[in-house]
């Protein structure tokens, strides 16, 4: 039987479930930048987002995390890992309270922090492509097995552009171990369509479940 346990963060009014299945880690899920709002329609980040479509659609980077960390969120409820969406809103939560949130978690049991984002360069359509695991600290393991899975299901899906020691504050901050994974860039136009892909969003969510149940071992 699955039971809920609320969680109440006094930063901000809102109760966050976890998935209480008492696996060795608690997975906090972090859907990078904000969603939309659901009554204006509006993007809630500024930038983070692709050009144009031929058909004036856009990738906005904060809804597809969303939809990443969704699918993710099924699995391992599936598979029995006990998880939490960190941000649960369409608002685009500062870095400090996305890490209190986390720190708060991790002062009670284990964590491990991924933070869901794609990348991006230049202006317009540019040509980069690829996925990259960023650490604050390369001595960490956990990033290895990140790694490992996502250059495993991607392999000729997309570059590997492979484990990078990173500075973002959600990694420096986080007490407990944390990676940030840009899974594709939504700057290139046709990889851009992939993000958008069921297909992209199940190997995203295999990629990080199967990372967890090697770290469960």
């Known amino acids: 039987m699955l039971f809920f346990r609320p969680v109440r963060f006094f930063t901000f009014s809102r109760r966050f479930f976890i998935q209480n299945n008492m696996s060795k880690y608690l997975y906090i899920l972090d859907p990078g930048h904000g969603g939309i709002n659901p009554e204006s329609g509006r993007y809630m980040t500024a930038g983070k987002r692709s050009p144009s479509f031929d058909d004036g659609s856009i990738l906005f980077e904060g809804v597809e995390n969303r939809r990443k960390v969704k699918a993710i969120i099924q699995l391992m409820n599936e598979n029995k890992l006990d998880c939490v969406d960190i941000v649960n809103d ?128």
């Open 90 to 217: 369409w608002r685009d939560v500062p870095l400090r309270n996305r890490v209190n949130r986390a720190n708060k978690l991790a002062s009670t049991r284990k964590c491990i922090y991924i933070s869901i984002h794609s990348n991006a360069f230049g202006n317009g359509w540019t040509r980069p492509t690829g996925i990259s695991v960023h650490q604050f600290n390369l001595n960490s393991q956990i990033g290895n097995v990140f790694h490992q899975e996502l250059s495993c299901n991607f392999d000729g899906i997309t570059t590997d552009r492979g484990i990078k020691e990173s500075d973002f504050y959600v990694l420096r901050h986080t007490t407990c171990p944390a990676v940030l994974l840009e899974i594709g860039f939504h700057s290139n136009k046709e990889e851009s369509k992939k993000i958008m892909s069921g297909e992209w969003i199940q190997l995203v969510a295999k990629s990080v479940v199967d990372s967890c149940k090697i770290l469960e071992l």
